[in-house]
């Protein structure tokens, strides 16, 4: 029987959005154990927010994660509208679910495109990232940014949408959703990917 091994990823590594180190033990194999090691960013945003009003507190909330930031802005206002019981319109609300779906979109085809890359497919992960640009494109005209938008606000919404803007959002997603079915054909499909992933990281009971 094969002596256990550690290994060591991070903290810095390009398949990581953040710093973080994997303590893995490896019996051949097999992975019997990973430690995760986190807390190389803290920047002390509770503690920010102690001292803050629920106004000032959601721009520091809207900074925990620039690529993420509509999620985290979301849960903290909904909990600030569920204690002053507010009620949002049915428009904010729509408006707020889609700068979610964008939000997802775009970490997605990130994730994807950095493992396409990882496993030596270079052109498909340029693929993913140019297609990429359309959703973060599309973010800017719902949310007036890219990346930093603080879109999401007390009772709704910061900003509208008018018929222009909507037309062109409608017709980059008729693109994409056509680019999404391909995607996946690409990804499922595509012999090399199954062979450097299919059986790798399997979870024992």
Not at 52 to 74: A, D, E, Q
Not at 132 to 153: A, C, H, K, P, T
Request: with cysteine; hydrophobic share 40%.
């Amino acid at each position: 029987m094969s002596s256990t091994v550690e290994m060591f990823v991070g903290p810095h590594n390009t398949a990581f959005h953040e710093p973080v180190m994997l303590r893995i033990h490896v019996r051949g194999e097999e992975v019997s154990r990973v430690d995760v090691v986190v807390g190389y960013s803290h920047r002390g945003i509770e503690k920010l927010v102690e001292s803050n009003t629920f106004i000032k507190s959601l721009y520091i909330i809207s900074r925990v994660c620039g690529m993420c930031n509509v999620v985290h802005t979301t849960c903290y206002v909904q909990a600030i509208e569920k204690i002053e019981g507010v009620e949002v319109p049915e428009r904010a609300l729509a408006l707020r679910t889609l700068a979610l779906e964008l939000e997802r979109m775009h970490s997605h085809m990130i994730s994807l495109a950095i493992m396409a890359e990882i496993v030596g497919l270079e052109n498909l992960s340029i693929s993913m990232i140019k297609d990429r640009e359309r959703v973060m494109y599309m973010r800017e005209l719902l949310m007036g940014n890219r990346i930093i938008s603080d879109y999401v606000w007390p009772g709704g919404v910061r900003r509208n949408v008018d018929d222009i803007t909507r037309e062109k959002m409608l017709k980059l997603l008729e693109y994409l959703e056509q680019r999404v079915r391909w995607y996946r054909r690409a990804y499922e499909e595509n012999q090399l990917l199954r062979k450097r992933l299919e059986g790798v990281g399997r979870l024992s009971p």
